[in-house]
């Protein structure tokens, strides 16, 4: 797959930082479904009126919302009943830069070691600075975008 340019990185990071904020305060105990139906002071009842779906279907979800057994279709639609945005995204743990890095890297010394292995063994043994090598190639693998 073609790598991104530095502007498309760029861009993509300055929305991910902006959701990295909202996340520190995210998650909520209950869920999603009863923390915002408490909060608009909505019953079980006439939420499922609004929704169109029965009160145990609405005590089900919360209690599925709570154990990640939820369909994001299911969320969609009691998030328009409530009136609120439903927000679904990836957010990587470690910056895109630094994760392709990582990969890049893994992956130039498994292949690298590998070789050396079968180099050694044919008593050809490459002399060079391993790490250099290892660096070198993981530039190359980004610059391909071939890190996975």
Known sequence: ???????????IERR???IRVALKDA???PGW????????GMTLQKLA???KVSKPTI???ERGEAKGKITIETLKKLAEAMECEFVYAFVPKKTIKITLKERALEKAKRI?????T???LEDQRVEQDIKARIGRLADTLIENGDVW
């Open 1 to 11: 797959m073609k790598p991104l340019d530095n502007l498309a990185l760029t861009q």
């Open 16 to 18: 991910l930082k902006s």
């Open 27 to 29: 998650k909520v105990r």
């Open 33 to 40: 479904i009863n923390y915002m139906r408490q909060a608009l």
């Open 49 to 51: 009126e609004r929704a």
């Open 59 to 61: 005590a089900q979800a």
């Open 112 to 116: 690298l070691l590998d070789a050396d």
């Open 118 to 120: 079968h180099m050694t």
